[in-house]
């Protein structure tokens, strides 16, 4: 099955700064790559997504960006916030093939004030 | 979002017991999923179901037993519950398959002695 890798498991910004977390997957297959955040003791919910025929998508302050050669997509946070602190988790999925969901193990991103 | 609830929030349990997890959604959604979290592993699919009548297993289905008689509710049944399957549970809802935005519950952790 897919297997889809996330680094690094935390980090911590300056307000004010750039975060990036970047995924690898495993199934050159996949074509769907959405991004979810979760913050302490809430439920996963859906920030940015995008398809294998993109490379980038941007909405506002998050952007993701998908190299289908190397097999690996990256979420990019500007302008970091203290609300933006939360984990981050990527997944990916192949259509063609068992259609399942397959998550990364998730980014503890904290954005100190 | 309070148009998709699971219940109960809370259940401690014992070994061997059977356990069932409850799932309801109000927007109609035909897909809906169940996820597994734990430390180190991400959010894993258990199973998932198209609509009413039709499921399939995801990543980790063993020890689980799902069904769908009406489009609004999704029960996960732990037949005889395991240590291992001590998790927060996650039911998600969506209007397609899981390659499309999915709509989380609010979870239940599930403990097993």
């Known amino acids: 099955g897919e297997n889809v890798e996330q680094h690094p498991s935390t980090l911590s910004v300056q307000e004010g700064d750039s975060a990036v977390i970047k995924c690898t997957y495993s199934d050159s297959a996949s074509n769907y790559f959405p991004w979810y955040k979760q913050e302490l003791g809430k439920r996963p919910q859906l920030i940015i997504d995008?398809?294998?025929?993109?490379g980038e998508k941007k909405d506002q302050r998050i952007a993701v960006t998908l190299n289908k050669t190397a097999k690996h997509f990256s979420l990019h946070i500007t302008e970091t916030q203290p609300e933006d602190s939360a984990v981050y988790f990527c997944a990916s999925v192949d259509q063609t093939g068992a259609n399942n969901l397959f998550f990364g193990t998730g980014t503890r991103l904290t954005v100190i004030p | 979002d309070a148009g998709i609830t699971q219940s109960p929030r809370y259940k401690i349990t014992e070994t061997g017991r059977q356990v069932t997890l409850m799932c309801h959604q109000t927007w109609s959604h035909s897909y809906m999923f169940w996820y597994r979290q734990d430390l180190g592993h991400g959010l894993r699919l258990i199973y998932y179901s198209a609509a009413a009548d039709i499921t399939d297993k995801g990543e980790v289905p063993d020890g689980y037993v799902v069904s769908r008689s009406k489009t609004e509710n999704f029960p996960l049944t732990l037949e005889s519950a395991t240590r291992s399957q001590t998790s927060v549970y996650f039911c998600a809802s969506g209007t397609s398959g899981t390659a499309n935005e999915q709509f989380f519950g609010p979870g239940t952790r599930l403990t097993v002695l």
């Open positions: 995008i398809r294998s025929n993109v």
